[in-house]
């Protein structure tokens, strides 16, 4: 396959005893941020079974798949729900003639939409994959568009073809089924997301999302940008409901890890600040959104929500000089300073602050009181712990379901860890759980920024350094590798990046969390009333832009 080598630091841990008895591992890498091992490509599901199961990697956080001259590679990054720094990349190199492997969706149900991506895109094929066809593109699309011979001149010619109903022929059912078509333009889907729902009566018996009306191809503008400044406008671009700076964050966690940039500590507060606020930005517009779908409630809920959004939105145009695409964060730092007075826009800050906990007690009035929407919500689009993590969901979505994972605490970046603040759990499985958690995280990214906020005016003024020194070129050593991630609004936002040595990515991988969490949307459907389905979806608060990237 040629051999490749990965710089960087390596982890040791339990799993190591165990990957030396298993069958199938052909070598050892380092990737910058974790250890790696080669396998075979027909002992793929037998080693991540094990890995899951002894080694407890049970989170497939993401799956890459790239081109090399003479191979291609998939890699399967795996983490720990309990411990997120013990990450582990399996490793699987195919030929370069005919790429195929053996699936992963049979150990991790998220491997499913993973795979199917690599496929429509690199067309590497998966061995026993439940149902392998295109994602993004159209089925009648010619080539894969990532490859390095593909023709971009070749002419696409789509047809139409009638929707089928995926259950027609289950004939063990006495009672006839229904197609329903749900978007891909209905304000109940957020976005352009289209969803065949099979119904059987008023009952959802099948729901199968189909994604891709929106895809842009971020992942390969961004490896044509350079690492130290075309980059970093993007990422705003993945989520525009308002988790935009936390989006950059998750480049800028990736990149200096991958350069070895330090960020100085007042840029640190900043980054914190800013970020929070923007988590803020995300969650009014999915509380809002919210009551909106479940108890139309425009008049009063929505209109609150999109006015304190835009009182956070203020803050963030005096910080940044922008309201929608901030661009304010930079390798090493942040683009400048608070504004001038330093003092007014902090007190600014401080006294929306203090409008905020009257302000969302109404919410709780509105909402989470509401008998209406406790009757849509509580008991529905139930989600089981077990199931979550196998679809490798994340953020308000997972820990609406009870599991303690938040990379703000489990994998410390930024300055969270100097900072007093709780992550929201809520064990109710269901869509009144995922609603509160949002809500609650409202309250706990109020309580970072005011810490923030106090600290940045004591700062001394021979202190406030916004950037460390770095390279106006960077130039990571060839086949370094890294996978980082941040705990975004909707929740883990990883980016995966290859160098080949040149200013620009070779590979440049975007782990949208809303891509897991809307993966799982059959599993807390089936079996439910129509109208619970649109209460469900609203509750993943997914944004189209990050999942087709």
Excluded at 231 to 253: Q, T
Excluded at 307 to 331: A, C, H, I, K, P
């Amino acid at each position: 396959m040629g051999a490749v080598t990965r710089t960087g630091r390596e982890r040791s841990g339990d799993w190591e005893s165990i990957v030396a008895e298993l069958d199938g591992v052909v070598s050892r890498e380092t990737h910058s941020n974790a250890p790696g091992i080669v396998v075979r490509a027909d002992a793929v599901a037998a080693i991540l079974e094990t890995l899951r199961d002894r080694a407890g990697f049970d989170h497939c956080a993401c799956v890459t798949g790239q081109e090399y001259t003479d191979r291609f590679e998939t890699i399967y990054h795996l983490r720990s729900y309990d411990d997120p720094t013990r990450e582990l990349s399996v490793v699987v190199p195919t030929s370069s003639d005919e790429p195929a492997s053996e699936s992963a969706a049979a150990v991790y149900e998220t491997a499913d939409w993973h795979e199917r991506e690599a496929y429509d895109l690199l067309g590497i094929e998966y061995d026993e994959h439940p149902d392998l066809r295109r994602i993004l593109l159209p089925d009648t699309w010619q080539g894969h568009p990532l490859r390095d011979d593909y023709d971009q001149t070749q002419s696409q010619v789509v047809t139409y073809r009638e929707n089928v109903n995926p259950i027609q022929n289950d004939h063990e059912r006495s009672s006839d089924t229904m197609l329903l078509n749900i978007g891909p333009h209905h304000p109940a889907t957020h976005g352009v997301l289209h969803v065949q729902v099979t119904l059987d009566g008023e009952q959802v018996v099948d729901a199968e999302p189909d994604i891709g009306y929106i895809h842009r191809c971020e992942e390969q503008m961004c490896e044509q940008g350079t690492y130290r400044h075309q980059i970093m406008p993007y990422p705003d671009r993945w989520d525009w409901g308002g988790g935009g700076l936390l989006n950059e964050w998750a480049y800028a966690r990736a990149a200096e890890d991958l350069a070895d940039i330090e960020v100085p500590e007042y840029a640190q507060v900043v980054r914190t600040m800013s970020g929070e606020l923007s988590r803020m930005l995300s969650h009014f517009l999915a509380v809002g959104a919210y009551a909106l779908d479940v108890v139309g409630d425009f008049t009063a809920t929505f209109m609150y929500a999109i006015q304190d959004r835009e009182r956070v939105q203020s803050l963030l145009e005096d910080l940044t000089g922008q309201r929608l695409m901030f661009n304010y964060f930079r390798l090493g730092g942040v683009a400048w300073d608070l504004p001038q007075p330093r003092e007014a826009f902090l007190e600014k800050v401080r006294e929306f602050l203090d409008f905020l906990p009257d302000r969302l007690a109404e919410y709780h009035d509105l909402l989470s009181a509401n008998e209406i929407l406790q009757l849509r919500t509580l008991d529905t689009g139930y989600l089981d712990p077990d199931v979550a993590k196998s679809y490798g969901v994340t953020g308000p979505v997972a820990r609406g379901s009870g599991i303690d994972y938040d990379l703000r605490r489990d994998d410390p970046y930024g300055y969270y860890d100097e900072l007093d603040w709780s992550v929201v759990i809520e064990d109710g499985c269901d869509n009144y759980a995922r609603l509160l958690v949002r809500m609650r995280e409202i309250e706990e990214a109020a309580s970072i920024v005011e810490q923030c906020v106090d600290l940045l005016a004591d700062w001394p003024e021979d202190d406030r350094q916004i950037q460390s020194n770095v390279p106006r070129t960077l130039r990571p050593d060839p086949d370094t590798e890294t996978y980082q991630a941040v705990e975004a609004a909707k929740g883990e936002l990883g980016i995966y990046i290859r160098s080949d040595g040149t200013d620009k990515p070779a590979r440049f991988k975007i782990r949208g969390p809303s891509f897991s969490n809307l993966q799982a949307i059959p599993e807390m459907t089936e079996g439910e009333y129509l109208a619970d389905f649109i209460a469900t979806l609203g509750s993943l608060d997914t944004i189209m832009g990050e999942v087709d990237r």
